[in-house]
């Protein structure tokens, strides 16, 4: 399968278009910048120059591709500005795609979270939030999966709240960054909160099972860690790097920073028993190990 990737140069798009090539398929990379370019030529994939705001360049893309694994997303959440540019831009290029893979057929994947269900783990059967910080991430994917009904195999890969490698990304890698700014390894709330998590390697695997085999409509958990507390990521976090391991304001993380408090395990058990997706990397706590002082 040829498959047009979005942000193909990140955490999870890196291996993603690793697993991909290494698994016969071929891949057309959405490029913004000279060195994302170089960096997905050099890894085997082809290259599209363009962002995610060039809504004819997603279309030209999508239209040269068998199918569309879609995970570009922006990266500044410093401000509740920001944060609903990055989710208004990706609602855009969603609908972009989603219109010119209509009728055909063809699959697409997306990117979301797992969704936060009080008192216990979240499963595949449960909705996506379509309010509160995120809520519009919710309603676009929602929309995409709704364009089974005409033609198109769409689906959504859900995301933990951290998906790692080496030590780095998602929001274990944004405790660490703001450890490293502010010289205090810090978490929200009383640390009791569980926040599930996943190896990149892993979840590429799971991208490429849903591409190639997921019925349309369908949304599926890359969760290998039910759930982390995350008084004990930072305190790996604050042993690796020689800091102070306490409890800081929620508002210290910004406009995310609700979601940073909230409890929030997940479970994956339909999505292994369907699609045979089985974990095989290191856990987040193992994996926390790689950081660096």
């Known amino acids: 399968m040829h498959v047009f990737v979005t942000g193909g140069t990140g955490t999870i798009g890196s291996a993603v278009v690793a697993e991909l090539l290494g698994n016969g398929h071929t891949v057309l990379a959405l490029a913004r910048s000279d060195g994302s370019a170089q960096a997905l ?4 994939a082809k290259v599209l120059r363009g962002d995610l705001a060039d809504l004819d ?16 997303f922006g990266r500044d959440y410093s401000s509740a500005d920001n944060l609903a540019q990055a989710i208004a831009e990706e609602s855009a290029a969603l609908t972009a795609l989603g219109q010119e893979l ?13 969704p936060q269900v009080p008192g ?15 809520g519009g991430r919710g309603r676009s994917v929602n929309a ?11 689906t959504a890969v859900r995301m933990p709240r951290t998906v790692h490698n080496e030590g780095r990304g ?10 490293r700014r502010t010289g205090v390894a810090g978490y929200p709330g009383e640390g009791t909160q569980r926040w599930p998590a996943v190896h990149a390697l892993d979840a590429a695997v799971l991208f490429r099972l849903a591409l190639e085999s997921a019925p349309a409509a369908t949304a599926w958990h890359a969760v290998a860690d039910e759930g982390d507390a995350v008084r004990d990521i930072a305190t790996v976090i604050g042993r690796r790097l020689g800091l102070p391991v306490e409890e800081v304001p929620q508002e210290n993380f910004g406009p ?6 909230m409890d929030q395990p997940a479970s994956s058990a339909r999505t292994r028993d369907a699609l045979g997706w089985q974990p095989t990397h290191s856990s987040l706590l193992e994996d926390l190990e790689n950081i660096q002082p």
Request: proline fraction near 7%.
């Open 256 to 261: 995310i920073g609700p979601i940073f408090a």
């Open 57 to 72: 360049v997603l279309r030209s893309g999508a239209a040269q591709c068998d199918g569309v694994i879609s995970l570009a």
């Open 41 to 44: 030529e050099s890894a085997g």
């Open 102 to 114: 209509t009728g055909s057929d063809r699959p697409i994947v997306t990117v979301s979270g797992t």
């Open 170 to 179: 998602g929001f274990a890698g944004l405790l660490t960054e703001q450890a």
């Open 120 to 134: 216990r783990a979240s499963t595949e059967a449960d909705p996506l939030p379509t309010d509160g910080p995120v």
């Open 144 to 154: 995409l999966l709704d364009l089974a009904s005409r033609g198109v195999r769409s």
